[in-house]
Nanobody, 110 residues
Framework: VQLQASGGGLVQPGGSLRLSCVAS????????WFWYRQAPGKERELVAR???????TYADSVKGRFTISRDDAKNAVYLQMNSLRPDDTAVYYC?????WGQGTQVTVSS
């Protein structure tokens, strides 16, 4: 199983980015998807989760600004990030069934 994340970049505060993560290999449709992030000098933290039934949870710090979604036909998960702030700067990782993507850098700076 391989996960390929993309969509990161440099954005000004208040801007938006959409992260994508596509899985290849043998996966179960019941698997949950996760987005994590890790800022420099900090531990990796859970940002959002979406279950196979579409139940969604978010970290308090991103509620109302980020939206996670999944497309099982494409074996993909997305993270729409709006109203980005400098403290959202981190490497963002997708995770499914214990497998990790390679990470995509998000930098929020003016």
């Amino acid at each position: 199983v391989q996960l390929q994340a993309s969509g990161g970049g440099l954005v000004q505060p208040g801007g938006s980015l959409r992260l994508s993560c596509v899985a290849s290999g043998s996966l179960l449709s019941v698997d949950h998807w996760f987005w994590y992030r890790q800022a420099p000098g900090k531990e990796r933290e859970l940002v959002a989760r979406i279950t196979s039934r579409g139940i969604i949870t978010y970290a308090d710090s991103v509620k109302g600004r980020f939206t996670i979604s999944r497309d099982d036909a494409k074996n993909a998960v997305y993270l729409q990030m709006n109203s980005l702030r400098p403290d959202d700067t981190a490497v963002y990782y997708c995770n499914r069934a214990g497998f990790w993507g390679q990470g995509t850098q998000v930098t929020v700076s003016s």
